[in-house]
């Protein structure tokens, strides 16, 4: 593991009265002015600037008017689940009479909105479809709901293909034509953007003259929720979105599943960070829709009944249980596959399938494996009649959909059907196919990358001095996010003498060390560390790449390194 220092512009920018290392940091992360760190709603991005927008609220109002009877249409991971949940409680509070939501079963219908799905979904007998964080590809799908019948309002951010489905109204940033300036808003925010329209649209025509107004704010800690969990990039509006649902959440005005959610983890809501948004509630959430079906996980989050939710994510918190004991086993068959082989011979787009791999975990599995080996990761299961699935992890500089896409022009047969973005993707393909892909993709990743892009690289914010180990800063840096995607949590390194080093549950390194003059005590930990090193009490040096994070003991706070790499020194 390489640790390299973060760029910075040649000049940093004034950012108001802030210390030094804020502003070293931010400007590090891209920040130009001190408006881009107003996390006030009313700096976020007009709606008006979405392609479609105002075709997809006639279509609302409308449904509204004509008391239609709606139903939505989500995919199965956590932005789709919030996504279906913001905007069925949003259409709710906003007054449409009859709103209902349906998630297909990844093991039976697959993603989106098939075919297959709107025949389901005709059993509701809806007059408007609405899809959430998918459609955008559906072309098959939004041809079937139109010709029976159906409006549709397709509102995604995924990646669009050459065709766009017919549908009444589409909204995506990420559609030709949309001169949205964010191209990075997850799905749950791009329903909330039209849920925002909406609301406006009802207040010109006198929806709200004689009664309140509703506060679609009440649902920005699930929007906040599914931006982290979905891991798209924290740029200065989803930035707005993520700070004021945090917000919400610490305040304790949660959902009541967000609230249980964290209780049956442990955590205190006053607390929470992003990072736990995407730790500790996201994998809670997507247990459900990898192991059985999402519609636990919406109910959970739509439920106002605090027992029926405390109750709910009891049972997510079991399926996540599940999920880590089925990934723990795919992760060792994936590395039994690739333990012989020399590391000169190793592709550079790895493939990896099993047929006893869980279709829900793969993308798990895809991306602990591109962590270990620093490239281009795609693992395989069976999903039945000759079809394999696959989940993609990419790494930086590699955008893994447009690849499949690249392969797919030279292969038409290979690729059944694939979609994603630059760091994630899917795709399915015959059985039969898979050796011939596998050559494929690796060698496409040969073409782009270089052998020295596939080594693992840290970017450090440089070293703190040994004054700055202190609470004040540690709470200032937590407190200047939120951190994500795109919008990296501070990272630090430096060379510590190791004191005291132990193992804690399985595979977390738990040390005490001093700072490189020996005038510091501090603490950290270390997880997931490699038990063939650790403990090793020959190793008196490190060096160590670390977040300075505040760690909360009966009522005590202390500062703790959170160790994102440990080497001997």
Not at 59 to 86: H, M, N, P, Y
Not at 234 to 242: F, G, P, Q, S, Y
Not at 396 to 425: E, N
Request: net charge negative; proline share 6%; hydrophobic share 45%.
């Amino acid at each position: 593991m390489r640790i390299d220092p973060r760029p910075l512009p040649a000049v940093l920018p004034f950012l108001g009265e802030l210390p030094p290392l804020l502003t070293r940091l931010y400007a590090a992360r891209g920040v130009q002015s001190e408006a881009e760190l107003d996390k006030s709603l009313a700096r976020l991005i007009p709606y008006q600037q979405l392609k479609g927008i105002d075709a997809a609220v006639d279509l609302l109002v409308t449904a509204l008017e004509q008391r239609q009877r709606i139903l939505i249409v989500g995919d199965f991971d956590a932005d789709g689940a919030t996504a279906s949940t913001v905007g069925t409680l949003g259409l709710r509070l906003l007054g449409a009479a009859h709103v209902d939501y349906l998630v297909p079963n990844r093991f039976e219908y697959g993603y989106g909105l098939t075919p297959e799905i709107v025949a389901v979904a005709l059993q509701r007998q809806p007059q408007l479809l609405i899809t959430v964080d998918n459609g955008i590809s559906s072309v098959e799908g939004v041809a079937a709901a139109k010709a029976a019948g159906l409006k549709v309002l397709v509102t995604d951010h995924h990646l669009p293909g050459d065709e766009l489905p017919a549908a009444d109204a589409i909204v995506n940033p990420n559609q030709p034509g949309c001169e949205f300036p964010s191209k990075a808003l997850a799905g749950v925010g791009v329903i909330f953007y039209v849920l925002m329209a909406l609301r406006a649209r009802l207040r010109s025509l006198g929806w709200y003259d004689s009664k309140p107004q509703p506060n679609i704010g009440e649902l920005l800690d699930l929007v906040a929720l599914g931006s982290v969990a979905d891991v798209v990039p924290l740029d200065a509006n989803n930035r707005i979105l993520v700070h004021q649902g945090l917000e919400r959440i610490r305040a304790g005005r949660a959902r009541p599943g967000i609230k249980a959610i964290l209780e049956v983890a442990k955590r205190d809501h006053a607390r929470i960070t992003s990072t736990d948004l995407g730790f500790i509630i996201g994998p809670r959430l997507n247990a459900a829709g990898r192991l059985d079906d999402m519609s636990l996980g919406i109910e959970c989050l739509l439920t106002s009944d605090v027992a029926a939710a405390r109750e709910m994510a009891a049972q997510l918190d079991g399926m996540n249980q599940d999920r880590k004991s089925i990934e723990q086993g795919m992760q060792r068959e994936a590395l039994a596959q690739l333990k012989d082989l020399p590391v000169e011979s190793m592709p550079y787009g790895l493939c990896l399938f099993d047929p006893e791999w869980h279709q829900g975990v793969i993308g798990i599995l895809a991306s602990r494996m591109k962590e270990r080996y620093f490239r281009p990761t795609i693992a395989f299961a069976d999903a039945g009649d000759g079809l394999l699935k696959g989940s993609g992890r990419s790494v930086p500089g590699f955008h893994i959909r447009d690849a499949l896409a690249v392969v797919a022009s030279q292969h038409p047969t290979l690729i059944a059907k694939y979609g994603g973005h630059a760091m994630a993707a899917g795709l399915t393909l015959p059985e039969a196919n898979f050796p011939l892909f596998a050559e494929a993709f690796d060698a496409e990743v040969r073409r782009q990358l270089r052998e020295e892009d596939l080594t693992g690289r840290l970017l450090s914010d440089g070293t703190l001095a040994v004054e700055e180990f202190h609470l004040e800063l540690a709470r200032a840096l937590r407190n200047a996010g939120p951190w994500g995607q795109h919008f990296p949590e501070p990272l630090f390194h430096g060379v510590f003498q190791l004191v005291e080093q132990r193992v804690v549950g399985e595979r977390h390194l738990k040390v005490v060390l001093k700072s490189e003059c020996g005038s510091v005590k501090l603490d950290g930990i270390a997880f997931g560390i490699d038990r063939d090193i650790w403990p090793n009490p020959t190793i008196r040096w490190v060096e160590l790449a670390y977040k300075l994070d505040v760690n909360e003991f009966r009522g005590q706070e202390t500062v703790q390194l959170m160790i994102a790499h440990i080497e001997p020194r």
